[in-house]
């Protein structure tokens, strides 16, 4: 194999982003033959012992893509909080996968778990400005003023000022107040706090598209691997 970057060879063990790898050698987290890393090393794969936080990494680590249907309750995270689930605890794999991008407790739909730290970094970072499309149950039907600001932009409570977003109603004969939003941004709690802000409350939250990759019928809690042809997708259009 020969010798590659140091920062290359852990993103392809899933320990992270190339970038996240960076800071994790930089910080001291990881040593080659019982020696602190350098930034900027290469190494070989086959021969040299690599260690993150004492661990040897799995340097051929096969790499996995995962569509998860959250359910409401768990949390995208890889620990528990409060003995809460995680995602990671409805998808056994003998790979460490972990969560690109986050739901928050009380919302449901599509998660991408998977080990493959360049991809996860290039849903994950702003500046690709993948879009995300999300369900949303209302608690009453909003405005043509309120779609309309909502879709110009909102300034939150916290002063996070939206960029412009597509939100429509579902069914405008229909009795429930679903409406469809598409984001290319991920600020903490976004859609609820967007919705408050108009004066609105969100009884549910489900996504059910990230980029390419859609939850189609798969059941809350249920989890597949994504077909080759949806990660030949994923990575075309990753940026």
């Known amino acids: 194999m020969g010798e590659i970057r140091l920062q290359k060879v852990l993103a392809q063990a899933g320990i992270g982003s190339r970038r996240a790898c960076e800071g994790y050698i930089a910080a001291g987290r990881v040593n080659v033959n019982g020696q602190p890393a350098q930034l900027g090393m290469k190494v070989d794969p086959q021969n040299d012992h690599i ?7 799995a340097s051929a680590q096969k790499l996995v893509y995962i569509a998860l249907n959250k359910p409401p309750g768990v949390l995208s995270s890889l620990k528990s909080q409060g003995g809460l689930p995680t995602v990671i605890d409805h998808v056994q794999v003998p790979q460490r996968v972990y969560p690109v991008g986050r739901l928050d407790k009380d919302s449901e739909g599509l998660i991408l778990l998977t080990n493959d730290g360049e991809l996860a970094e ?20 909003p405005s043509p003023a309120e779609l309309k600001r909502w879709r110009e932009g909102l300034q939150l409570r916290d002063g996070f000022l939206t960029s412009p ?9 229909g009795k429930m107040n679903w409406v469809g939003v598409i984001l290319k941004e991920g600020h ?23 980029g390419p990759l859609e939850l189609d019928d798969l059941k809350p809690g249920s989890w597949r691997y994504l077909r080759q042809e949806e ?9």
């Not at 990660?231 to 940026?239: A, C, D, P, Q, V």
């Open 51 to 57: 260690t993150f936080d004492g661990e040897p990494i």
């Open 122 to 141: 290039a849903y994950m970072h702003p500046r690709y400005e993948h879009e995300k499309e999300y369900r949303v149950l209302l608690d009453r039907r």
């Open 165 to 173: 977003a597509k939100v429509w109603i579902e069914n405008p004969e």
């Open 188 to 210: 903490k709690r976004q859609l609820r706090e967007s919705a408050r802000v108009l004066n609105l409350r969100v009884r549910r939250l489900q996504r059910i598209r990230i």
């Open 231 to 239: 990660i030949r997708r994923m990575k075309t259009s990753r940026g």
